[in-house]
């Protein structure tokens, strides 16, 4: 029998060191199976990286007033890059303690984080995607991919965060991020939001202001410090407790910085001139075309003056409520045409429809110098007598605020009182077609009615067109068409268009004595007429009130020597007021305006002198009448005196 020969051979088992090493070496080959399989398949269309220094976006146009000072922004604002060593030690910390804790221990991105978030995506299927960024994995999206929040997007980030973080130091790639990273409004990089929102150089940021700028990066918009205040200083209390925990402040220093308040820059925080900056923002590429690169528009707006009128406004919408008083519109113009305050609306947050422009209204009988314009220049003067009595011009018969008439009286006291017969009349005598080139040589651009009614304002009209027609009879008798655009250059200083270079000589729209004559009257109906709420003590003034039919449009339309204002008020629905009169609501809204602006405006009385008024006919009855009561010490009766009526066409 043979013997059995020997079995198979166990292979001998490995040691504990020997399996590690094994098992190791196995998953460090399906590892560098999945790094590649995973570069081949997420690294194919990566964006190229030789772009690195290159900012794409928007150009921006910022728009300055008269003295320099910023007064909006639009399009995208960049700044030069920041040195990391000239800012405050803080302002790196606050974004580290809130955005990335580990940034100087990670090589690209945090393990522990990414499965945080992915933790988080589970649990939340359907909402947008958490990534768990690191600071380098959010300078690799804003430097070179989309928003998109897809895998393929994360992966893309993750791979050029680890190759940012070969290339660069840890310091360089913070210096990257604080200044290409986008803080809303506008604004790319810490100098750029510093300037633009608290209107200082990042290198004087306070540590408030520090823990309110890293807080915006969880959403921009959301934690603006102009749209959303309390949010954002909720926020900017969590970046100031998250530097206490890592230890990058004190709890004393955290302490100091809730006591030291932060001022947003109020020209943002307020959104002043935004109506004027939609105005000439609309006109900037008609002159210069698209843009291509930064900006800076120089207007004619004085941001102090505006400041007034926006108040002014406010306070005359929130006076007039209670009469149905919902909307306003308000436009000062200097004598050379240069729009100083421009007002669209009573708050822009609610309404961006600009009534200074863009809304046409019945004009009332501020419509009324044009007449008595046409009706100076046919020969008439303030002292002729007129009478105040009914009228009949074919089927219209006009009649005054005040349903009575008031018999003979002069040009100038019924252009005061704004009687409607007279003024029926004498566009009537001189001829509408007169009246309405009279009214299109001063400015008005809008199509003019020729019937009857046009006499009393039956003409729809702009603010901006009334105050540039009025501005002739402040300056002297000149044309001055409003423009708010002064110079328009890029930001390394070529100039691309100058209002200055295309001026005409200027052209006399009034001549004398017509325009003595006009300024007379007008100053009579601030002075004694309807008017007589818009007086400022102190100033020389003139002007006229307006209110149409059924008081849905009220106007006062007035003016000192070389400065215009125009204020509207009413209703975007056309629907009437409570009585409201261009002698009440507006006539109150341009005299605190005035009273503001007057004295930093310096204003000189209105050119052109004034004519003396004819020595009176020699009457020898009535001055022996007068000398035989005053023989036997009696006076001869006065006139009744009467209130100033206020001026609604009917």
Known sequence: MAKPGPGPRRPAQRTPLQALLYWTAVLGVWALIFVAAFFA?????????????????????????????????????????????????????????????????????????????????????????????TITQQLARNLFLTTNQNYRRKAQELILAVWLEAKFTKKEILALYLNRV????????????????????????????????????????????????????????????????TGAITPQERDAAFKTPVRVNPTLANQRAQYFTDYVDDQVRSLVGEPTEDLVVETTLDLPIQAAAEQAMRKGIAAGKGQGVEQGALVAIDGEGRIRAYVGGADYTESQFDRATTARRQAGSAFKPFVYLAAMEAGRTPYDMVVDEPLKIGNWEPRNYTNDFRGPMTLQTALAQSINTVAARLANEVGTGNVAAAAKRLGISSHIQLDPSMALGAVEVSPLEMAQAYAPFSNGGFLAKGYGIQRIRTASGKILYDHSVEKNARQQVIG???????????????????????????????????????YRDAWFVGYTGGFVTTVWVGKDNNKPMKRVTGGGAPAGIWRDFMSAALPRLKAQPIPGGTIEPPAPESDPIGDLVDGIADAIGGQPAAPAERAPADDVPF
Do not use: C
């Not at 728009?63 to 000072?69: E, K, P, Q, T, W």
């Not at 300024?519 to 209110?547: C, E, H, I, W, Y």
């Open 512 to 550: 004398s004595p017509a325009l003595q004559y006009m300024n007379q009257m007008m100053r009579q109906v601030v002075s004694s007429g309807t008017g007589t709420r818009a007086k400022v003590p102190g100033f020389d003034l003139a002007g006229k009130t307006g209110t149409t039919s059924d």
């Open 41 to 133: 398949v997420f690294a194919s269309d990566l964006p190229d990286t030789s772009k690195l220094y290159d900012v794409e976006r928007q150009p921006s146009i910022s728009y300055l007033d008269r003295s320099g000072a910023m007064v909006a922004v639009r399009g995208s604002q960049y700044a030069p890059p920041i040195d990391l060593d000239k800012l405050p030690p803080y302002v790196p910390k606050a974004f580290i303690a809130i955005e990335d804790r580990q940034f100087y221990y990670h090589f690209g991105f945090n393990p522990w984080g990414i499965i945080r978030s992915q933790i988080y995506n589970l649990q939340n299927k359907g909402g947008p995607l958490r990534g768990g960024s």
């Open 182 to 245: 986008y803080f809303g409004g506008g604004a790319y990089g810490i100098e750029a939001a510093s300037q633009r929102y608290f209107g200082k150089p990042a290198s004087q940021l306070t540590l408030g202001e520090s823990a309110l700028l890293a807080g915006m990066m969880k959403g921009p918009n959301r934690y603006s410090p102009v749209s959303a205040t309390d949010r954002a200083e909720r926020r900017a209390t969590i970046v100031l407790d998250e530097m206490v925990r």
